[in-house]
């Protein structure tokens, strides 16, 4: 098992490479003047030449790739033009925001979305599955920018609708990201159940005498939330990585609104290291995915030991 | 028979689907006294597994069991709490099915699946105990290094295996009565040897009585006593099997046993002519009539009745009933 880790993370340094060479690449072909960004316009010639040397601007783009891959090994990713300030501290410092965040809303949509999932799927057809996947089918097709000003609009003065200083502020942008996940958990669980519940082990369990409850929980949820796992850790990471959009409406300081805020002032350093970022959170989260799905599946589990 | 471990009479299942209603069980009675092992074979489709389906309350939407009763020990299980009758399933009367590849849970080591029914209907037997239990029946199977097995996945285990499995989770409550629906049809033909050694073996210790429900005539001819034939959902012919091998009546049966594969004869394998009727679309009049190579005017129209041309050997055929008394060409 821990072999089958190892290999895995291992696996993931090309890709990260890889992942960094095409940023870089697609970053350095976007027009624009970076010491422009950073001074204005009425800048003294001599100044430009200083700067250009020492930011290695003049070189061609190979050179400059090997040094940005030499500092990021060393956990430098650059300064960002346009604030000035470390790409890492300011990524360092908009994490915990986006965290919060995406915890809180994955804990909401897994504590409704399974159990959701579990009652559509056991009543099928019924009031509740129509109510429930309903509601799921909204949260999953209604964009996020819309439900969130929808909710901005109804709960304006109820609650805070912008700004990330208490926990009350948590609860829209939670709200508006746990509702699209619990949308696609609840449909997940529900489709998966209903298949697990035609196959020939249920019958088996339902021949030796045990009642529905502990048919459904005991032998046929297990079977059933192999694939939402991997769909939580896909969510998860993603979330992670930051919510570009929901940050950006409840101006929350966290690493999606960072990612906004570096497109729309060409600071590419910043963009760098915030895509970088996501890569590695999302490998991150696959390889999660993997590991609990070995945990919970012993047919996997035996493979990836030999 | 009137100390009958199980009586079955005349009862239906019918599907209720969108493009009719589906009589899968069409009027069956069925007897089996305690220790006797009986065979019900057929083609697929002719309501055997179905019979079987409704008396373990496991039909699936949309069948229904809509008339006859199953006395099971003097209890009708038709009219039964569905929380009592759950209490008898696994209990007095378990059953084994024809997938063993597909019927046990993936994610669950097979000794605490098998352990999960003694736990259940031995409510004062320790976890510890039921797992001692659980081992020696898995040796009682015949599955070697038994204590090893207990933790292993599904997946580890080979199709005779899995069955052997299947077997000691159906014996390990010491059942009154086994259904086995095709317990050999997906293993290899040494394996089905084995398993059927077993299934005797373990029949005559415990005097379980088991009904086996195959469409393979040697498997009845080797294990059961009696046995009933099945057509269309409703019973063709039934009585002992030394009766019906020694003096075969109904032309459906007849039509069956030629079908066995002969390995003396050089002559092309005979085979029952057309299909299975569409349950939906029943001939009228007799059932087989279409297939049959002796009917005549009146069995298309007419349904023969249940006749008894020898004590305890019944026909559902018109060249049988006793007025007309005519011997069959």
Redesign the interface.
Known sequence: MLKYIIKRILVTIPVLIGVVFLIFVMLSVVPGDPLTVMMGEKVKVDVIERLSQSMHLNDPWYVRFAWYLWDAIHGDFGTSYKLMRSVSSLIANAFPKTLMLAVTAALLSWAIGIPAGIISAVRKNSLADHLFMGFALCGVSIPAFSVGMILQNIFNGILPVSGFSSPRHLILPALVLGWNAAGTIARLTRSSLLEVLE???I?????????PVSVIL??AL??SLLPVITMMAIQISSLLSGAVITETLFSIPGVGRLAVDAINSRDMPLLQGTVIFTTAVIIAGNLAADILYSV????IR?EGGK | MEDALLQIRDLHTTFYTRDGLVRAVDGVSIDIAAGESVGIVGESGCGKSMTAMSL?G?LKKPGKVDGGTILFDGQDLTAMAP?DK??????RI??I?Q?PM???????TVGR?VQ??LL??KREMSRTEAKNRVIQVFQLAGIPDAAKRYQE?P??LSGGLRQRV?IA?AMVCDPGLLIADEPTTALDVTIEAQILHLMKQLQEEKGTAVMMITHNLGVVAQFCTRLYVMYAGKVMESGTVQEIFKNVCHPYTEGLMRSVPDMESKERLYNIRGMVPSMLHLPKGCRFCPRCQYSMARCFDQEPGLYEPSPGHFVRCFLFEPEKGEEKP
């Open positions: 196959d020939d082990y019958r088996t369990a339902r021949a030796k005498g045990l009642a005991g032998h297990k079977n919970a599946d012993p047919r035996v | 373990m496991l929380k759950r209490k008898l399933m696994g209990n378990s059953m099915f997938e597909t019927s046990l849970n993936p994610v669950i699946q999960e029914a259940l209907h996945y997946h580890q299947m989770m």
